[in-house]
């Protein structure tokens, strides 16, 4: 990784010695979640042995499936130095809509398109308020939250609405003894990754999340890539839903409720910086395993839920704080 | 002459006359809308959002925001009716103690992590957002406290029954926007909770307590968050873990923001809150007169939040320029 | 505390040393303050005396060293310490609490009062009144702090520092923005201060100023205390020469370059209240400078034709054709280059390697089709390494562990890539050690050699007279001078950088 | 072809397990039961009778619930549940078509799944049975006739239900409308409006508030839902007309006896939800026993309940009324 220095050795005042190669390896806030990783398994073989069978594993990652697929973006959201909490609710929308134009007759194809049409929509109505009207994205999104949600009760009321039959079990699918959602994830997982890591883009979106007016300065388009990212996760939460949806064969308006926190926690917990600049794609995605694994065990344990709920919140915070902690030891 | 001030004058006579429209529409689609009788209903809609709303206008004027007022409302709500329950001979004002006390320090445990890991307040309240409420489902162990546990006198000052001409949440409510008011304009804490919304970089410079006021204002909203458990439980005459605030934090935030406190700290007034808080109970009280499904009020809540997101983004920026190219007299 | 007898100096300041990002900018200072003198401290931009300031006011604690106070060590951890043990820091660019009004940001943090002590608006107000009435400044007190003009601001930061009745007053650059009436005011009062027995430490870049108010100088280099002396016994050349090592002129020497066809015209480039009908061009091969007071809108013409802030009216002519730049990335492809005044806030990518800082203006050429080409990126960054003799440990470090000449001189590498045919540089000198400077001042004039057309936005008078064939002057958002190098002075600058509002006055 | 993969998965997961179930010993099995919703006091007494009736049996229970109701809140649960390898899975649905895939799984493992108070309307396909409280065709008129008799056979009436989804809700209603149409007795009472409060107390106020002010005249309000009849009680209380407008409908005796005392309320009806539990796990353990015959007219004897008949699609009752509680009584019920 260090090249050979190229000046002559810098003296204090010129440049901080770079760090050791082996930090810059594994002092790194992913690190937190790959240890939890290695460490549930050996915590769970003791108390809830059932909880490690591979297959059990595989099949309810499905569930978390359409949240890791949307965090998986949302972290690149986040590395551009925005957020956005509203694909959850923008993925109940698309989806009760999905089904209910499919109810009225409409053909499938056309009702993806309908449905990925209204995902980019909604995606770009962030972009709207976060880019032109420069509205803090945190706030901004809180209110597309509740107003996405709300438009899909509006639109479903309490009804679950159904799908056509031939349309479930996605998850059913396996390949190689894989469910296909399970394998979406990890496509997209590698997509993504090679997408921020090998790409210009992907360098400028770290560019934009550590100094935005740097970037401009630049020359970096930073509005036309931070709407490009808003709008693709206003597509991908719809992609989410449809893939959601095709597991339950039905769905109501409170399809994935409070799920942006679990997104929120799948990017934090893979060490991406709050703050922007910093994070990566794998991390994100083992964290959507992890969660996964432990509800799990909580789950065959038949914790109160409450305890999950404490479990969530308290994992949050803590991942923010060791993460503004290694970053600030190693940013000088 | 005082440019700002005007212009949130005018933001506040623009959500008065908003609520005036919208009554006059709905009376006009159902006169009983316009009743006294009516009217109680939309005063009794009010004080809980308002109580907790005058703690989270204090947040977002310093430039914060507190996600978990609806998860300290249902902790300290549900604190206070197990003690009630263990021990019911506890006389029952004491529940306002604790109710207020225990808000105060999830208050102020928001405040210590924003202070200490230089964490943003959104992120961090939305963990304690689950954190409390997770706590609320295991001190209860998921059991919901009965009407039958909760004190008389208690559930009497919710009474709307005519031989109260105000019930006493409605006063208790009047009572802590007064000195909400007062507190926000004429003492020295609250002027530094401006301050420091206004320029976060330049309070300490201006030895500001920073840390202080910081945990001050979180204390606060979770003070006020508790006694809006308390008023709840009177209010409801029962405390659930899963419903008892589920939500609260939209109605709130979407109040405040409403209200016209920019999101951008240092701007905002407790009469435009007052108003933003009204305007809200209008509608939810409109809706059932209208045969409107209950279903469509949370699209309403998020709409009107983002309207007055876009409202308060434009005004700021017309009223900077106002003032930019209104230059100050020069010799 | 003990009773301070006459001869313990107000503040004496032992082997006082500080480091940012384990760079050392103050160097074991000592330094006596006496009571009732008011005290120069001069040198050039990031030679540590604003440092030095700040580190008395508590706003930054010494890595090392000590600072007694009437004979007693003291700890000044925050400025509310220093506002308790009464020292006031005036900044350089005045702070102010936009929302709160005038009258309220001359009286916040004053450490009387408890928390939920009452506001008495009425009285605030008075006092408010009064203040301003003794500086003879018109603002109405009760107006919010935003739209206030820099120069308003400035006095209000001044009228705070009088209210809060401080032994030890610290003004850096406090005449910057103040036309020569309300300097005038200014010294009055400081001379009234010093009659009442308090210490005022005054930094300053205006000889003449120094003169006319100042007991005693203190003179830094490059972190380094080099001399504390009464103001008589300096002349301005020991003066410049402390401050800068050595004569001026020696290593800027001019390169001989011919001059070639207009490469950047600027027609009646305006935006309302910020500038009005700027026109200048700038010929291939010409260094042209740009000089002014703080806050007269050299920056934002740049940043208007960089498209960073695009003007709402006028022209602009890149080589001969008319273009309308809405963007930087639109300028770029103009074969524009800016390199910004902040570099923290608009230059670095602070926690990204040295590689990606220089080669962020060139995406194309190194990820031509999208994909990045690390060898391609590797080989110009290396390139730009050895060419602008830029210091570091390993290429992949994050820039920000580089000191801040070599940050600059990565952010110079990043435009030099683009091959830019016109060269904006705004304040490219500031808070970068002498040896840097040096450097820059030879590249400027090499990128001048090799064809290209460079404007210049500097403060530092010296810079202007000693690089550039002509030196253009703003003030209040106008173009007041444009002045060839032969009849350029330190005097015709100022002049025309003075607001002519109040020349007359 | 999807479904054909599923479907043939099934069988043989279906047939390998068939053995081991067969070869369990005869009355240790484990029960679970999944709630809405934790910090629903409905589910406490249910849970009472599970657990009284497993003492008895022998049986292993567990109660366990997600803290939402949202609609795919359970479906870990069950997963978690059938991989922990209990013998028989009761549910009180969410949501009655979204669990419909993981009940499936759990049932191709050999999982015995009853849908204990409500069901999966539309979807009996996707569990074994269904145990109701009472015979829900019944409840309709019984509340109507309550309601009746306290306002004099005459007047404007509203009916405050849950969401209008709810489809047990939905049958009583439609039963109500009937009965007031076809049965003379009734031909004074109209029905001038029925709203929904979403089983939220604040909903359900603002719709009782919005009732009182909209139709003046009203004398009576009937609500088929705890949540619903507690807070419209409220609202009566409070506003002091207990005189002028008469609430009953379903509730809770925990969560009514104020009403009750203070006669806001004179009297409203419930089922005894403990029954329910108690069938259930005695129903369970004679099928996976073999001693009950899951098919529409088996008839089985349960202590205490009597003589139970499974019914059209499997669903059965306790055979038992509803109970009407008033002043008289209420001290005798604590749940």
Redesign the interface.
């Known amino acids: 990784m260090t090249t050979e220095p190229i000046a002559p050795t810098a003296n204090a005042l010129d440049a901080a010695p770079a760090r050791p190669l082996w930090q810059v390896i594994f002092i790194r806030p992913v690190m937190l979640t790959v240890l939890l990783l290695i460490l549930e398994p050996i915590v769970a073989s003791v108390f809830w042995p059932q909880s490690l069978d591979l297959q059990y594993i595989l099949s309810t990652f499905t569930l978390t499936a359409p949240l890791a697929l949307m965090a998986l973006v949302l972290t690149l959201v986040i590395i551009a130095g925005e957020i956005d909490l509203s694909p959850a609710s923008s993925m109940a929308l698309t989806a009760c809509v999905f089904a209910a134009v499919q109810q009225a007759g409409v053909p499938f194809p056309l009702a993806v398109l309908i449905c990925v049409v209204l995902g980019l929509v909604l995606g770009l109505f962030n972009a709207f308020l976060v880019v032109f009207l420069r509205l803090p994205s945190l706030i901004a999104t809180i209110g597309t939250l509740t107003f996405y949600r709300g438009l899909a009760q509006v639109l479903a009321g309490d009804n679950s609405i159904k799908l056509p039959e031939w349309y479930m079990g996605l998850n059913l699918v396996t390949i190689l003894g894989i469910p296909v959602p399970d394998l979406i994830v990890l496509v997209a997982a590698i997509l993504l990754a090679l997408l921020l890591g090998a790409t210009i883009f992907g360098r400028q979106v770290f560019q934009i999340g550590t100094n935005e007016i740097a970037a401009r300065h630049a020359g970096i388009r930073t509005r036309s890539i931070k709407t490009t990212l808003f709008a693709t996760l206003g597509v991908v939460s719809a992609l989410a839903g449809m893939m959601f949806v095709s597991q339950l064969g039905t769905v109501r308006y409170d399809l994935g409720l409070g799920g942006e926190l679990q997104m929120v926690l799948m990017a934090m917990l893979g060490g991406t910086y709050i703050f922007g600049g910093r994070g990566s794609i794998l991390g994100t995605f083992l964290a959507g395993w992890l969660l996964s694994i432990m509800t799990n065990a909580m789950n065959t344990a038949s914790w109160l839920p409450a305890t999950q709920f404490c479990l969530l919140g308290v994992l949050l915070i803590v991942s923010i704080i060791i993460t503004n902690f290694i970053y600030s030891r190693t940013q000088r | 002459?005082?440019?700002?001030?005007s212009i949130l004058l005018r933001r506040e006579i623009g959500i008065f006359a908003a609520i005036v429209v919208f009554c006059a529409i709905v009376g006009i689609a159902?006169p009983?809308?316009l009743?006294t009788?009516?009217f109680r209903?939309i005063l009794l809609?009010m004080p809980l959002v308002m109580v907790a709303a005058m703690g989270e206008m204090l947040v977002i004027i310093a430039r914060h925001?507190d996600?978990s007022v609806g998860s300290t409302l249902g902790f300290s709500a549900m604190m206070t009716a197990l003690m009630f329950k263990l021990a019911p001979g506890i006389p029952w004002y004491l529940g306002f103690g604790v109710a207020i006390g225990i808000g105060a320090v999830l208050g102020l445990i928001n405040g210590a992590?924003i202070i200490a890991?230089?964490?943003?307040a959104?992120?961090?309240t939305?963990?304690?957002?689950?954190?409390?409420?997770?706590?609320?489902?295991?001190a209860?162990d998921?059991?919901?406290i009965?009407?039958?546990f909760i004190p008389g006198p208690l559930k009497a000052m919710?009474?709307?029954?005519?031989?109260y001409a105000l019930p006493w949440i409605v006063i208790i409510a009047v009572a802590v926007v007064l000195i909400t008011y007062w507190?926000a304009?004429?003492?020295?804490?609250?002027?530094?909770v401006?301050?420091i919304?206004?320029?976060p970089?330049?309070?300490?410079?201006?030895?500001?307590?920073v840390t202080?006021v910081t945990l001050?204002v979180f204390s606060i909203s979770g003070a006020l968050a508790g006694l809006a458990g308390i008023m709840y439980a009177s209010r409801?005459?029962?405390v659930?873990?899963?419903?008892t605030g589920w939500g609260f934090e939209?109605q709130v935030?979407?109040a405040v923001?409403i209200g016209g406190v920019s999101?951008?700290g240092?701007?905002g007034s407790v009469l435009g809150v007052v108003l933003g808080v009204l305007l809200l109970s209008c509608v939810?009280?409109a809706?059932?007169?209208l045969g409107i499904?209950?279903?469509?009020?949370?699209?309403?809540?998020?709409?009107v939040?983002?309207i007055a997101?876009?409202i308060d983004?434009?005004v700021r920026e017309r009223g900077?320029?106002?003032?930019?190219?209104?230059?100050?007299?020069?010799? | 505390m003990a009773e301070p007898t006459t001869d313990t100096p107000l503040i004496a300041a032992r082997g006082i040393s500080k480091s940012f990002a384990g760079v050392e900018v103050l160097r074991d200072v000592d330094l006596d303050l006496q009571r009732g003198e008011i005290h120069a401290l001069l040198g050039e931009n990031g030679a540590g005396k604003s440092t030095f300031a700040k580190i008395l006011a508590g706003v930054h604690r010494p890595t090392r060293g000590t600072v007694a106070l009437n004979g007693e060590v003291v700890d000044i951890n925050s400025p509310i310490t220093a506002q308790k043990l009464g020292v006031t820091l005036i900044h350089q660019e005045p702070i102010s609490f936009p929302d709160l009004t005038v009258a309220e940001n001359l009286v916040l943090g004053r450490t009387v009062g408890a928390p939920l002590a009452r506001v008495h608006w009425a009285q605030m107000t008075r006092e408010a009144r009064q203040l301003m009435d003794l500086l003879g400044v018109r603002i109405d007190v009760t107006r919010p702090m935003r739209g206030l003009s820099i120069a308003d601001q400035q006095m209000v930061e001044i009228a705070r520092a009088l209210a809060s009745d401080s032994r030890l007053i610290i003004m850096d650059e406090p005449t910057a923005p103040l036309t020569p009436k309300e300097v005038d005011t200014l010294f009055g009062i400081a001379r009234r201060l010093r009659g009442e027995g308090r210490t005022i430490v005054f930094i300053s870049h205006r000889l003449e100023e120094v003169r006319s108010l100042c007991d005693r100088v203190t003179i830094f280099r490059d972190g380094n205390r080099v001399a504390t002396d009464t103001i008589a016994n300096l002349s301005d050349g020991d003066i410049i020469r402390l401050m800068i090592g050595r004569p001026l002129r020696e290593y800027m020497k001019k390169h001989g370059t011919t001059i070639g066809e207009v490469a950047l015209k600027i027609e009646h480039l305006s935006k309302p209240g910020l500038f009005t009908d700027i026109s200048f061009d700038v010929r291939k091969g010409e260094i042209v400078g740009l000089g002014g007071l703080i806050g007269a809108g050299r920056t934002d013409v740049a940043r208007a034709i960089f498209g960073v802030a695009p003007a709402s009216s006028g022209t602009i002519t890149v080589n001969g054709k008319a273009v309308v730049v809405t963007s930087p990335s639109q300028a770029i492809d103009l074969g524009l280059a800016f390199v910004p005044e902040d570099r923290a806030i608009a230059g670095i990518f602070r926690t990204l390697p040295v590689e990606q800082n220089i080669s962020a203006a060139v995406p194309r050429r190194i990820a031509p089709g999208g994909i990045i080409r690390r060898k391609v990126e590797k080989a110009l960054a290396a390139e730009s390494v050895r060419r602008l003799r830029i210091r570091l440990a390993s290429m992949r470090q994050p820039i920000g562990e580089l000191s801040g000449g070599n940050q600059q001189k990565s952010i110079l590498a990043r435009w030099l890539l683009t091959d830019p045919s016109v060269l904006i540089l705004d304040e490219p000198t500031r808070g970068i050690d002498i040896g840097v400077k040096a450097e820059f001042y030879d590249m400027i004039g090499e990128l001048a050699a090799s064809g290209r057309a460079i404007l210049l936005i500097s403060s530092e008078l010296p810079e202007l007279l000693a690089l550039c064939d002509r030196v253009l002057v703003m003030s209040e958002g106008r173009l007041t001078a444009n002045i060839a190098r032969a009849d350029a002075s330190q005097e015709s600058i100022m002049q025309a950088a003075v607001p002519r509002s109040t020349v007359a006055a | 072809m999807l479904k054909r993969t599923l479907l043939a998965g099934m069988a043989a997961l279906g047939l390998a397990v068939a053995f081991s179930s067969g070869a369990l010993a005869a009355h240790d099995f484990k029960i679970v039961y999944i709630g809405k919703n934790t910090g629903n006091p409905y589910f406490d007494s249910i849970t009472g009778g599970f657990k009284d009736a497993c003492a008895k049996i022998g049986c292993q229970f567990e109660f366990v619930a997600p803290a939402t109701a949202e609609a795919t809140s359970q479906i870990p649960l069950i997963d978690a549940q059938v991989q922990k390898g209990v013998n028989v899975i009761a549910i009180a649905p969410n949501s009655p078509d979204a669990m419909n895939q993981a009940l499936d799984a759990a049932r191709a493992k050999g999982i015995l799944v009853l849908a204990v108070n409500g069901d999966l309307v539309g979807n009996e396909s996707h569990r074994d049975a269904n145990i109701l409280p009472v015979d829900f065709t019944k409840t309709g008129p019984n509340q109507v006739e309550l309601m009746g008799s306290m306002i004099g056979y005459k007047g404007d009436i509203a009916i405050l239900s849950a969401t209008t989804e709810a489809p047990d809700q939905n049958t009583w209603i439609a039963a109500m409308k009937d009965t007031l149409a076809k049965d003379p007795k009734y031909k004074d009472m109209k029905l001038v409006a029925t709203v929904y409060g979403d089983d939220q107390p604040e909903k359900s106020t603002t719709e009782m508030e919005g009732l009182l002010s909209n139709y003046p005249n009203l004398v009576g309000v009937i609500a088929p839902t705890t949540v619903g009849v507690a807070a419209a009680a409220q609202v009566v209380q409070q506003r002091g007309i207990a005189d002028k407008v008469h609430v009953t409908g379903l509730g809770l005796p925990s969560e009514m006896k104020d009403f009750i005392k203070d006669g806001t309320v004179k009297a409203f009806q419930l089922w005894s939800p403990y029954n329910e539990g108690w069938l259930a796990a005695y129903f369970a353990d004679g099928v996976l026993n073999k001693t009950i015959d899951n098919k529409v007219g088996t008839k089985f004897d349960v202590p205490t309940l009597g003589t139970i008949t499974i019914g059209d699609k499997n669903v059965m009752n306790t055979q038992a009324e509803l109970t009407t509680f008033d002043a008289s009584n209420i001290d005798n019920f604590n749940f």
């Open positions: 002459m005082n440019a700002v001030k159902n009983r809308f009743t009788d009516n209903v809609l925001v996600l992590m890991f230089r964490l943003p959104i992120i961090v939305l963990g304690t957002l689950y954190l409390y409420r997770g706590l609320t489902f295991i209860s998921a059991r919901q009965d009407r039958q919710s009474a709307n029954s005519p031989t507190f304009n004429h003492s020295r804490l609250g002027r530094q401006y301050a919304g206004s320029n970089a330049a309070a300490p410079l201006r030895g500001i307590p202080a001050a409801w005459a029962f659930n873990p899963s419903n939209f935030i979407a923001v999101i951008n240092g701007v939810s009280a809706l059932p007169l499904a209950g279903t469509v009020q949370s699209a309403i809540y998020g709409l939040i983002i997101l876009v983004q434009t900077i320029l106002a003032l930019a190219s209104a230059r100050s007299a020069r010799p």
